[in-house]
């Protein structure tokens, strides 16, 4: 498994549950994998394809992504293709052949393609797993739900042999379950990994007009000079207009939207991949498919419609795991907007309940990352030190009397009261609600008489974000208790709430030098070390990245599938002088070591005054 890993992905070590992971798959077992974007999910498929004897389908929804996925594999010398409709049908049935006679060992298709092919494909070639990516498309609870995912149950019913794995980066535990009955896998193990992106900024801006956002983001721009970045936006006149106006002021951008024929979108696309402009403006129709690992920034001009979309977009950045940076602009016009197209969309409660989620994130006095992990089921008790909001944090005091009041309410009922009702009942407000139940005679019914029902709204909105308790959507939108919540409940533990604003907010305060890194390294549990640490080479990193852009033109692969800027950040610092050296790089495999150890080591070598070597060199 690790000789496998670092042959061909160059890495010394797994991420955390990838190993586990894998080790499930290749024992046999199904699994439903949920990490982070950029966070590893493929190695979890890719490895076991690697290891296992047979063919390995990967379900795909976008021909961008499975090119994207082959481009990088091929690029690591792993034989594999895309079969889909942007290849005539003789490429198709050359690939169809070279399946059949075990060429292939990963093999990226559509839903609807691979009910096509399955009866060819289960017939002639011995197929060892099927990988479902972007998983959460398959069910109806999902935000991104795609009904040709639905009939991906018949694998199972027709080939119950084969292992099955289901990958996505944003499903709450509604979907979860959904997902793996939909794939009639309801025994699967699940593996959820952090959902964490300690090196994602999270900023918030409130009630900035369009000629405030605009130079915000010029503003933005100047510490993002030559990086790559996203802008997306909600209307198509809105990414026009940021790409025009970026381009007036000398920032390379282009325009992405479903108003632009396909040979324009594909040329706005390929022109950000491959690095020959700095800024895609687009709608939400772009991304899914981009896998690009030096995107340093995203901005979001609009609110998103969830978190689950917020989550997934910003998670485009900082793939590699450098910092990056990420910026939400959120007004009224926003919410109206959106509103309107919840109550038109086909599933109109549960998207105005998650259009109220991502208000209550763009709203909060909190730590931003404490939001987004709660809502992803993941309990976390401290704040990041990496969002605006802790970087120009609110008065506090110690809420734990108030929170165990409402605790307790919503325990004495069962778990069966709304967030409204729990107000009411703390308020000691005779609600029909509070009446048809007899929530009157409750113990804890009026013990918040002495707070506003407006600060008690307040109060639990906060109780939700801070992961003391969770709404359950399935469940009349109940409020449950979570294992967080029991042990404040229960006097284990003690908690803040945030001293809600009336007026004046609280002039924002700068980080100390040093004060960001040390609550990431604190975040990270991680000892910040004394040794000396080597400096990078600046100029030798602008060098190795013109050989990369020159690499990659002349091959037809985006630049960061040569190698990605993590790659060259290390080479820039360590300055390998041999081939060996190269290959000890992280992220280097054997076949790449072969194929442009040589040439970047030669630019690193000329840097620092020393003979190139030639291929006599190496052979000796």
């Given amino acids: 498994m690790f000789l496998t890993l670092k042959r061909y992905f160059g890495y010394e070590s797994f991420r955390p549950q990838q190993r586990e992971i894998i080790q499930h798959i290749l024992e046999g077992g199904n699994a439903l994998v949920l990490m982070p974007t950029g966070g590893g999910k493929s190695l979890c498929y890719q490895i076991p394809a690697l290891m296992l004897p047979g063919l390995t389908i990967v379900v795909s929804p976008l021909i961008s992504l499975m090119k994207d996925q082959v481009e990088a594999l091929v690029a690591n010398g792993i034989a594999a293709r895309a079969l889909n409709s942007s290849a005539t049908e003789i490429e198709n049935a050359i690939i169809r052949r070279e399946c059949m006679e075990g060429k292939i060992k990963l093999l990226y298709i559509s839903p609807e393609r691979l009910m096509m092919e399955l009866p060819i494909l289960s017939d002639h070639t011995g197929i060892s797993l099927f990988a479902i990516d972007e998983a959460h498309c398959i069910s109806g609870w999902g935000h991104d739900f795609r009904p040709e995912y639905s009939r991906l149950g018949i694998l199972h019913e027709q080939l119950p042999h084969v292992p099955?794995?289901?990958?996505?980066?944003?499903?709450?535990?509604?979907?979860?379950?959904?997902?793996?009955?939909?794939?009639?896998?309801?025994?699967?193990?699940?593996?959820?990994?952090?959902?964490?992106?300690?090196?994602?900024?999270?900023?918030?801006?409130?009630?900035?007009?369009?000629?405030?956002?605009?130079?915000?983001?010029?503003?933005?721009?100047?510490?993002?000079?030559?990086?790559?970045?996203?802008?997306?936006?909600?209307?198509?006149?809105?990414?026009?207009?940021?790409?025009?106006?970026?381009?007036?002021?000398?920032?390379?951008?282009?325009?992405?939207?479903?108003?632009?024929?396909?040979?324009?979108?594909?040329?706005?696309?390929?022109?950000?991949?491959?690095?020959?402009?700095?800024?895609?403006?687009?709608?939400?129709?772009?991304?899914?498919?981009?896998?690009?690992?030096?995107?340093?920034?995203?901005?979001?001009?609009?609110?998103?419609?969830?978190?689950?979309?917020?989550?997934?977009?910003?998670?485009?950045?900082?793939?590699?795991?450098?910092?990056?940076?990420?910026?939400?602009?959120?007004?009224?016009?926003?919410?109206?907007?959106?509103?309107?197209?919840?109550?038109?969309?086909?599933?109109?409660?549960?998207?105005?309940?998650?259009?109220?989620?991502?208000?209550?994130?763009?709203?909060?006095?909190?730590?931003?990352?404490?939001?987004?992990?709660?809502?992803?089921?993941?309990?976390?008790?401290?704040?990041?030190?990496?969002?605006?909001?802790?970087?120009?944090?609110?008065?506090?005091?110690?809420?734990?009397?108030?929170i165990q009041k409402a605790l307790s309410a919503i325990s004495r009922t069962g778990e069966e009261i709304t967030m409204r009702t729990t107000a009411d009942i703390l308020c000691g407000i005779y609600s029909p609600e509070v009446k048809t139940h007899g929530y009157a005679n409750l113990k804890t019914y009026g013990v918040g008489r002495d707070v506003p029902l407006r600060d008690w709204n307040d109060y639990l909105l906060q109780m939700l974000q801070l992961g003391y308790v969770e709404i359950k959507y399935d469940e009349y939108n109940h409020l449950h208790i979570t294992d967080l919540g029991n042990e404040v409940l229960y006097g284990h533990k003690r908690a803040t709430l945030v001293v809600i604003r009336k007026e004046e907010k609280v002039p924002r305060r700068k980080l100390k030098k040093g004060e960001l890194q040390q609550k990431l390294q604190q975040h990270l549990n991680l000892q910040i070390t004394v040794e000396p640490i080597p400096l990078e080479d600046p100029i030798l990193f602008e060098k190795l990245r013109r050989l990369r852009f020159e690499l990659a033109e002349r091959q037809g692969f985006p630049p960061y599938i040569i190698l990605s800027d993590k790659v060259l950040h290390e080479i820039a610092t360590v300055r390998p002088t041999t081939v060996e050296q190269f290959g000890d790089v992280s992220g280097i495999g054997e076949y790449k070591k072969q194929k442009y150890g040589q040439m970047f080591v030669n630019v690193v070598r000329q840097s620092l005054g020393l003979s190139s070597l030639s291929d006599s060199d190496e052979s000796d």
């Fill in 164 to 402: 099955i794995v289901a990958l996505t980066a944003t499903a709450d535990k509604i979907t979860r379950t959904d997902i793996l009955e939909q794939l009639q896998i309801p025994d699967a193990k699940v593996f959820i990994s952090s959902f964490d992106r300690p090196n994602l900024s999270l900023d918030v801006r409130r009630g900035l007009d369009a000629r405030q956002k605009r130079q915000t983001i010029l503003e933005f721009m100047n510490h993002h000079l030559n990086d790559c970045g996203i802008i997306y936006c909600m209307s198509q006149k809105n990414a026009e207009m940021m790409a025009t106006y970026l381009c007036e002021h000398h920032i390379t951008a282009v325009a992405y939207h479903a108003g632009l024929n396909s040979e324009e979108r594909n040329k706005a696309q390929e022109d950000f991949i491959n690095d020959r402009v700095q800024v895609v403006c687009a709608t939400i129709a772009f991304g899914m498919g981009i896998n690009k690992s030096n995107v340093r920034f995203v901005i979001h001009y609009n609110l998103p419609k969830s978190i689950e979309n917020f989550y997934q977009e910003i998670g485009r950045a900082g793939r590699d795991g450098l910092p990056s940076d990420t910026l939400l602009f959120y007004s009224v016009a926003d919410i109206i907007q959106l509103t309107h197209f919840a109550h038109e969309s086909g599933q109109r409660e549960i998207n105005i309940e998650r259009l109220s989620r991502m208000r209550e994130y763009a709203e909060a006095n909190i730590c931003r990352r404490r939001i987004l992990l709660n809502y992803f089921g993941e309990e976390n008790g401290h704040d990041c030190g990496n969002c605006d909001v802790c970087k120009n944090p609110p008065q506090q005091f110690d809420g734990t009397v108030l």
